[in-house]
């Protein structure tokens, strides 16, 4: 199952977006420290994810969150519990 996840940093509360077919180990492995980016953010926490029909759709939905790079978008969509149809097609 394809997700688009949201991670939270614990030691500075910055927020990382990442796209994966297998959530638990995607979350394992930055929380391991073999995600470059994140291996330095760690521990990490998960906030929000959402499931996708196919990786190619949650691909194209993080690529497009990353790309608003607004902390206030997702903390709302971590508040509302879902990535609305207006931010994953902007």
């Known amino acids: 199952m394809p997700f688009v996840y949201i991670l939270k940093s614990i030691k500075n509360g910055t927020y990382y977006i990442g796209s994966t077919v297998d959530l638990e180990r995607r979350i394992e492995e ?12 760690r521990p990490l926490k998960l906030e929000f994810n959402q499931e996708y029909s196919s990786l190619g759709d949650a691909r194209k939905v993080e690529n497009k969150l990353k790309r608003l790079k ?16 207006g931010v994953a097609h902007r």
């Open 30 to 41: 930055h929380n391991n420290g073999n995600s470059k980016y994140t291996s330095k953010l």
């Open 70 to 85: 607004s902390r206030k978008i997702i903390e709302r969509i971590i508040k509302e519990g879902y990535i609305s149809a």
